[in-house]
């Protein structure tokens, strides 16, 4: 190439992220939604999004329930489908948790191997969007949400550290007065299959995290983990208070067209 030619080459790109949505079976089931603005904010963070047509359960609530000869396939599966991407992204805390932390405790051989390799290139939304792809104001579409109270879910925080990443995102995207509840860390009674073995305990812990949450004066209560989500609406709703329950993905969109969760169509 000439001096010339070399003067009026434009420098070469840097490679977009290459990344791989999961959508989790919740999503998919129930709030649709949440994938979607999971899609649309890393693609303002500069990623190139895909969202695997084979993708099945990730296998927890199997292996929660001891059922390891189940999980086992549906692990193998995942790892096959997805490991070809850059990055897996999944907007729940306790399916990243099941890849990253299980999976390898789950599979021998070869495929612990790979999926020890999967499990490093797999990140939570939150982690994802200020750790690698660093969304920063300007790239989201802006919003004022008012007052908003967070729900750590367990297997966000204890098994990834998931604290400051959603709140974060939540002050400096979306100018929030975000106010903390009381005893956030604590469980909200969903726990998975818990809820459906102990629902007398469940409703009182799921009664006291909707109290704290009220108490707050905050309109709206996100979180990062559909499960605990609809969990918490659905006893605020039975309680009778009418706050507001959202995803940090369609708050982060500003994705409020729509009932909150728990609200129906109407």
Request: charged share 25%; with cysteine.
């Amino acid at each position: 190439m000439s001096n010339e030619q070399s003067a009026h080459s434009s420098p070469e790109q840097p490679k977009r992220p290459q990344v791989a949505l999961f959508v989790t079976c919740l999503a998919d089931l129930f709030r649709p939604s949440v994938a979607l603005d999971s899609i649309a904010l890393l693609e303002q963070a500069g990623c190139d999004v895909d969202v695997p047509r084979l993708q099945t359960c990730c296998g927890q609530p199997g292996y929660n329930s001891g059922d390891y000869e189940a999980t086992i396939p549906l692990a193998r599966q995942f790892i096959e489908v997805f490991e070809s991407a850059d990055y897996v992204v999944i907007p729940s805390g306790s399916c990243a948790g099941m890849i990253k932390h299980h999976y390898p405790k789950l599979l021998q051989g070869e495929w612990r191997q790979r999926a020890l390799d999967l499990a490093a290139r797999t990140y939570e939304l939150t982690c994802f969007l200020t750790s690698v792809a660093e969304m920063r104001r300007g790239t989201a579409t802006p919003v004022e949400l008012g007052r908003v109270t967070y729900h750590d879910s367990c297997a966000g925080l204890r098994e990834l550290a998931i604290k400051e990443q959603p709140r974060k995102l939540l002050k400096e995207l979306c100018h929030t007065d975000l106010v903390e509840l009381e005893q956030t860390e604590v469980c909200c009674g969903f726990g998975g299959a818990f809820c459906a073995k102990m629902p007398e305990l469940s409703t009182k812990m799921s009664t006291d995290k909707v109290d704290s949450a009220i108490a707050t004066g905050a309109q709206i209560i996100a979180g990062g983990d559909l499960g605990c989500l609809m969990n918490i609406a659905g006893r605020a709703r039975r309680m009778g208070h009418d706050i507001e329950v959202r995803h940090i993905a369609e708050l982060l969109l500003g994705d409020r067209d729509g009932p909150g969760i728990g609200e129906g169509t109407g």
